[in-house]
């Protein structure tokens, strides 16, 4: 009897924590400044969905699906494991034009950073290029 009110006791603290800490992600989660969209499955993303209209000859479906969705201003995906923000419109590229560098910052995705070769400048000593080794992974196709 005594192990049973034991479990019992685990079980409704269990029970109460895991509640508040849903929902307390709820209310983060709702409260964030972030673009409408979804971000699809973990890691997959909407990657699956894009590829399927790139592969259908007409990528573009893929983005004006979502701006007819979510917003024609921006929204926010998941594309090959990296979360994104779309800006389209004459608003999202006049701000993306306007503030490159200050507010906006160029990447590229970690696959493709594994997978094509960017010669790099130094940032140290900008006279001496710093060239990064081609990946392996390249090596195989060619």
Known sequence: MDIFFSYLIYFIVFSISLAIILLASR????????PPGRKGWPIIGESL?????????????????????????VFQTSLFGENMAVMC?????KF???NED??????WPNFMKKILYFPTLNIDNPSTPNLLKPPTALHEFL
């Open 102 to 107: 200050k507010l906006v910052t160029t990447w």
């Open 96 to 98: 993306l034009f306007s």
């Open 89 to 93: 419109g004459d608003a999202g590229n």
């Open 27 to 34: 209310l983060k989660s709702s409260s964030s400044k972030l």
């Open 49 to 73: 969905e894009f590829a399927f209209a790139a592969s259908m000859g007409n990528p573009e479906r893929f983005i004006k699906d979502r701006m007819n969705k979510y917003s024609p201003e």
